[in-house]
């Protein structure tokens, strides 16, 4: 009937919406301790396009250096003390370009990056579809709506797993404190009460005159 035909419709577009894939990258997480630098090399094409997402996941104020350099040397993205943010760039020349994380403003932080480097556009989700002019079929429409929405959804957990990864170094960190906290109220408070008693044991203790008198 017509579920039937719709239920299998579906089923189709999702298979061609997980067919489809995404450009290919690399997914990385790191400790990055103070005063440090690290750089990553990827070999690239002419006329590729690479994309760079970063977040710094715990560490100090949450914040890293980040720049990319070309084959030839040429700075083509530099930002400083950022917490995350994203770059694109189509490559103009062949060869080794560089990306790094510096962390060498901070003296005692060490911190946690997360960083996400895509190479190459995103295939196309059916075929010829950029050489196309008729309009789409159902079934394709439906691709490319699914597909769509599971990019998003890749992206969304993503984000809200950095997310926990990041608030559960700050609860770690505040449960810290809070013992620190905790166990030094305890000592101050064995102290007091210990100075009490012998400021009281003071007032009740009787003092007994010298005993240095003349003989008779």
Same mark, same amino acid.
């Given at each position: 009937?017509?579920?039937? !035909? *719709?239920?299998?419709?579906?089923? !189709?577009?999702?298979?061609?919406?997980?067919? *489809?894939?995404? #450009?290919?990258? $690399? &997914?990385?997480?790191?400790?990055?301790?103070? =005063? *440090?630098?690290?750089?990553?090399?990827?070999?690239?094409?002419? @006329?590729?396009?690479?994309?760079?997402?970063?977040?710094?996941?715990?560490?100090?104020?949450?914040?890293?250096?980040?720049?990319?350099?070309?084959?030839?040397?040429?700075?083509?993205?530099?930002?400083?003390?950022?917490? +995350?943010? =994203?770059?694109?760039?189509? $490559?103009?020349? &062949? @060869?080794? +370009?560089?990306?790094?994380? %510096?962390? &060498?403003?901070?003296?005692?932080?060490?911190?946690?990056?997360?960083?996400?480097?895509?190479?190459?556009?995103?295939?196309?989700?059916?075929?010829?579809?950029?050489?196309?002019?008729? #309009?789409?079929?159902?079934? &394709?429409?439906?691709?490319?709506?699914?597909?769509? #929405?599971?990019? $998003?959804?890749?992206? %969304?957990?993503?984000?809200?797993?950095?997310?926990? *990864?990041?608030?559960?170094?700050? !609860?770690?960190?505040?449960?810290?404190?809070?013992? +620190?906290? =905790?166990?030094?109220?305890?000592?101050?408070?064995?102290?007091?009460?210990?100075?009490?008693?012998?400021?009281?044991? =003071?007032?009740?203790?009787?003092?007994?005159?010298?005993?240095?008198?003349?003989?008779?």
């Amino acid at each position: 009937g017509t579920r039937v !035909a *719709a239920r299998v419709l579906a089923l !189709a577009a999702l298979l061609c919406a997980l067919r *489809a894939g995404r #450009a290919g990258g $690399t &997914e990385l997480t790191f400790e990055l301790p103070d =005063s *440090a630098r690290q750089c990553f090399h990827q070999e690239l094409q002419r @006329g590729l396009k690479f994309t760079l997402d970063y977040q710094v996941i715990t560490g100090g104020h949450y914040d890293v250096d980040c720049y990319v350099e070309d084959p030839n040397g040429r700075t083509v993205y530099k930002e400083t003390k950022k917490q +995350y943010d =994203s770059f694109s760039h189509r $490559t103009e020349v &062949e @060869g080794v +370009y560089t990306f790094c994380f %510096s962390n &060498e403003f901070s003296t005692f932080s060490h911190k946690t990056v997360y960083f996400d480097f895509q190479v190459g556009d995103e295939p196309p989700i059916l075929p010829d579809m950029s050489n196309r002019v008729t #309009a789409l079929t159902q079934m &394709e429409s439906a691709c490319v709506t699914i597909h769509e #929405a599971l990019n $998003t959804v890749i992206d %969304s957990q993503t984000h809200y797993r950095l997310r926990e *990864a990041q608030d559960r170094s700050r !609860a770690e960190d505040l449960n810290g404190r809070v013992s +620190y906290w =905790s166990v030094g109220e305890t000592l101050i408070l064995f102290v007091v009460s210990i100075g009490q008693v012998m400021l009281l044991k =003071s007032f009740f203790t009787e003092k007994r005159p010298g005993s240095g008198g003349a003989g008779t």
